[in-house]
């Protein structure tokens, strides 16, 4: 069965350091999110993408973060100068056609 | 905002017997969809429901959706040790992004 993929499974970063976070939506999958979830609380939604362009964003989604579809494949996830406060797990998505949406296993980001 | 909201936030339960939890919502939505989260892993996709549906089923999922209360119920039966996990529930409207609730915590005791 098709699936997200996500890599690494875990980042360890000092602070101000970039990181870029890696995923491979499912083949045939037309819109790509990107979500997170600090330790203890909700998964909270970042961005959405679709067409090559970001369809919607969240308000965490500041200019230290940008998304990429560099390939016809993978989808990343950057972020410019980290904080301690972007330590979470970051998961990716995608949605079939019958809205159902998949979730990658995560990358859990430190920041250290 | 439309997040969801599950309840209780914490149930624990011997093994055989049926979990129930719900989840209130605030706006509109297309859907609603239920996961779950093994501790520090990653979500399971378990059941979609559209917002002209009312209940649906799966195996041993039993979810129903009431668009005039703003709420929808996951009934797990029979249990098992391996059901025990966080729950959420998610919504979506505009460009299928989800809100997700806080989630309820099943353990399940043998």
């Known amino acids: 069965e098709p699936e997200v993929t996500q890599t690494p499974s875990h980042q360890v970063t000092q602070m101000g350091q970039e990181v870029i976070l890696r995923c491979v939506p499912i083949?045939?999958?037309?819109?790509f999110y990107w979500y997170r979830q600090i330790l203890g609380q909700k998964v909270e939604f970042l961005v959405s993408f679709y067409n090559n362009e970001i369809s919607e964003k969240s308000e965490i989604f500041d200019d230290q973060f940008s998304v990429e579809r560099p390939d016809g494949s993978n989808f990343t996830l950057k972020i410019r100068s980290t904080k301690l406060e972007d330590s979470a797990m970051y998961f990716c998505?995608?949605?079939?056609?019958?809205?159902?949406?998949?979730f990658g296993p995560g990358t859990r980001l430190t920041v250290l | 905002s439309q997040q969801g909201e599950e309840d209780p936030q914490a149930l624990s339960i011997q093994e055989g017997e049926n979990a129930t939890m719900n989840c209130s919502y605030k706006t509109s939505i297309n859907n609603l969809q239920w996961y779950r989260q093994n501790s520090g892993r990653g979500l399971v996709h378990l059941i979609l429901i559209r917002s002209n549906e009312r209940e649906k089923h799966s195996g041993r999922l039993r979810v129903t959706l009431d668009t005039s209360k703003k709420s929808s119920s996951l009934l797990i039966t029979a249990s098992r040790a391996a059901d025990t996990a966080s729950y959420f529930c998610a919504t979506d409207a505009i460009d299928y992004k989800l809100s997700f609730g806080a989630g309820t915590t099943v353990t399940v005791r043998a």
């Open positions: 083949s045939n999958h037309l819109y």
């Open positions: 998505a995608s949605i079939d056609l019958g809205d159902t949406q998949y």
